[in-house]
Every structure is written in C-alpha cells, then in structure tokens.
Nanobody, 127 residues
C-alpha cells in the first residue's frame, strides 16, 4: 500500500556531500516516524537516523552524528538525509523506511520496528 522511493545517491570523494530524498506515496505519512538505514555487503542493515512524525525530534547513530542531518517535509511527503563530511566507511546502500505504528513517543532504531522500505540508493565514497 505504501511506496517509498529513494534518490540522490552517487559517487563522491571523501569529505564531500550528498543529499538523499525519499518520496512516500500510497498511505498516511505525517503521523509516522521515518528513518534512514544503510547496508554494506556482508553486513547487517544498520540504523543511521530517525525523525519523529512531527519533525520535532531526531536521533542519529554515533557514527554519523554531527555529519548527517535528517529532515522531513510533510506537505510534500518527503524525507531527506543531508550527508556532509562523507567518509569511505559511509559507503553503503541507503534505505528509507516508515515505522509500523503512528504517533510514536520515541523514534524506533531497529529494523523490526519499520514496515515499509524503499529499494535503496547507492552511496559510494572514494578515498
């Protein structure tokens, strides 16, 4: 029912920036927390950043804190991830996802707490 489509990935040199977008359609958007995850070959999918349904609160993995910024535009049903000071270890497929339940009081940080996922967008950071 809900469809998420990521865009904005690409190849960038270390220290560079990228801005990812996630367009959501087919269901309610504004009442759900949203998150960004990433996965590299041979590794588990890991939480990167999350944003509350109102956009008031955000949470970041320690590995990206201070470098990445998550935001949302509920009027456009879109979530963004601004990535600055990129490092080679940031190389991964990045996914956006919607939480299973609306009106959460805390931002979910595990994959099991999200039900709809995008197909992912590749981010490659060269050294």
């Amino acid at each position: 029912q809900v469809q998420l489509v990521e865009s904005g990935g690409g190849l960038v040199q270390a220290g560079g920036s990228l801005r990812l977008s996630c367009a959501v359609s087919g269901g309610t958007f504004s009442s759900f927390d949203m998150g960004w995850f990433r996965q590299s070959p041979g590794k588990e999918r890991e939480f990167v950043a999350g944003i509350s349904w109102k956009g008031t609160y955000t949470y970041y993995a320690d590995s990206v804190k201070g470098r990445f910024t998550i935001s949302r535009d509920n009027a456009k049903n879109t979530v963004f991830l601004q990535m600055n000071s990129l490092k080679p270890e940031d190389t991964a497929v990045y996914y956006c996802a919607r939480t299973r339940a609306p009106y959460r009081t805390m931002i979910p940080r595990t994959t099991s707490e999200y039900d709809y996922w995008g197909q992912g967008t590749q981010v490659t950071v060269s050294s």
